[in-house]
């Protein structure tokens, strides 16, 4: 109860308003973007029922650490570590660099989101609507994407600078229930087109011989960054959950609306691009050349294409915008705890940063674009080494710390504060062994195979 008093100013007011902030961080654009790809490309039904599986056990098992450790330290990122235990401390570094550098990208990306929803409410979407030249000249100079980019860092960061209860809980309330109400929306209309039940069928029915070592790997990889582990956000939103919540259902509840918002997202995107490729699967491809280009071909063939490209984009910038709010929010953090500041000035600094650093990977793509680092261009090389390497090692040594040094017991009593915890011998299991074990798996494939 202390600890709620104590930091009021930076709490959230409510369970549902916890639960909807950070299932608006996990759901973003790997929901959209990678989901359905993977789901398609891996077995579809088949990897719908491995993703649910580790959804249940490994990826529930790494939120609940996360946010029992944010509630039980009730501090950011790097105190948190060193809270729980001194020797950790560099982990704690190590997690908290993850946000600084998705951060800038990210919102580089949501800029590409907003200029995309500017184009279908002006009706100019129909222009995007060719082989990728439309998107590769856009990326291709820097100035408009900059614009966009810039509205985008000042909308993130209006909603941070209002606080958490006023700016993120109360902006997530709003928004994710609207994201929900838009993308079933689009699902049912996309369902009813001529061709779509047999997209629908290679989307859910189990495809065994696609099975492999590949699709179990692919699926915990994309559980992982789904759920917005071990960069630090659900740390961070842990320490403003209230005392008196329970973590368990919280967790829970997080994960059904996260891997909803995946499936629906297949829903809608699988079985529309097949129709529109007349049943071509490879027509379905993962990353920016899906939204940007093969969707807007989607949209351009179907009738009324323009109103659901308009809903479209805006059902992903409501993603992305509640994805980077968590992001920037986990950075204010950092700096407020580390330079005792306030959180306005730690704000702006945020701000200022990423606008500086952003522009580094909308040049990458534009002026500098003959600029390569192990021939990755600069928005990809922020995206590998943080996704592919740094998460993997923080979730790895974090199930180190909790399984074996602090000890499961250190998160369980925090649990079990105020409920029984129903699946603790799972946690147990998945916290000591299966957790990191997937965690090489990860790294390795991230290291030696190409997905
Ligand atoms: N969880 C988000 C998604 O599924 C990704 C994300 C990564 C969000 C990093 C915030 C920070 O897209």
């Known amino acids: 109860m202390k600890n709620t008093a104590e930091k009021n100013a930076g709490s959230f007011g409510s369970r549902i308003g916890f639960v909807l902030a950070a299932a608006g961080s996990a759901v973003g654009l790997g929901n959209i973007w990678r989901f359905p790809y993977l789901a398609a490309k891996y077995g579809g039904g088949i990897f719908l029922l491995v993703y649910l599986v580790f959804t249940v056990t490994f990826g529930f098992a790494l939120m609940l650490t996360e946010i029992a450790i944010g509630r039980r330290t009730g501090k950011s990122v790097i105190e948190a570590y060193s809270t729980v235990h001194h020797k950790f401390r560099p982990l704690g570094w190590l997690a908290a660099a993850i946000p600084v550098i998705i951060l800038p990208y990210y919102c580089v990306i949501g800029g590409w989101v907003l200029k995309y929803l500017t184009d279908f409410c002006i009706g100019a979407g129909e222009a995007a609507a060719d082989n990728g030249t439309y998107f590769s000249n856009f990326i291709g100079h820097a100035g408009i994407p900059t614009l966009f980019f810039v509205i985008y860092v000042l909308a993130t960061a209006a909603i941070v600078i209002l606080g958490v209860q006023k700016g993120i809980e109360k902006m997530s309330k709003i928004m994710m229930p609207i994201l929900l109400v838009l993308i079933v929306g689009i699902a049912i209309y996309t369902l009813t087109l001529p061709g779509a039940m047999e997209g629908l069928l290679y989307y859910v029915k189990p495809d065994f011989s696609a099975f492999s070592m590949k699709t179990v790997v692919a699926a915990v990889g994309q559980l992982f960054y789904s759920m917005s582990l071990a960069m630090g956000i659900m740390i961070t939103y842990g320490s403003y959950m209230r005392k008196e919540d329970s973590i368990e259902s919280s967790v829970r ?76 929010e986990t950075v204010v953090s950092i700096i407020q705890e580390k330079f005792h500041w306030g959180r ?26 003959d600029f390569t680092i192990f021939g990755k261009q600069l928005l990809d090389f922020f995206d590998y080494i943080s996704n592919s390497i740094m998460m993997p090692i ?20 925090e649990i079990e504060r105020n409920e029984k915890f129903r699946a603790k011998g799972l946690y147990r299991i998945m916290i000591k062994y299966i957790c990191p074990i997937c965690m090489l798996l990860i790294l390795f494939s991230a290291l030696f195979m190409d997905l």
């Open 394 to 413: 923080v979730a790895l040594f974090t199930c180190i710390l909790i399984g074996f040094v602090a000890k499961t017991t250190y998160i369980e009593s």
């Open 253 to 328: 509840q997080i994960e059904v609306f996260d891997t909803v918002v995946a499936f629906l997202a297949g829903l809608i995107i699988v079985p529309a691009v097949f129709v529109f490729s007349g049943g071509d699967e490879s027509a379905l491809n993962s990353g920016p050349s899906l939204m940007f280009v093969t969707l807007p071909n989607v949209f351009a063939s179907m009738a009324g294409g323009q109103i659901i490209g308009i809903i479209f984009f805006l059902l992903v910038a409501l993603a992305a915008l509640t994805s980077s709010i968590s992001l920037m």
């Open 344 to 369: 306005v000035p730690s704000c702006l600094l945020v701000t200022g940063f990423s606008l500086l650093i952003g522009m580094l990977s909308i040049f990458g793509y534009s002026i500098w674009s």
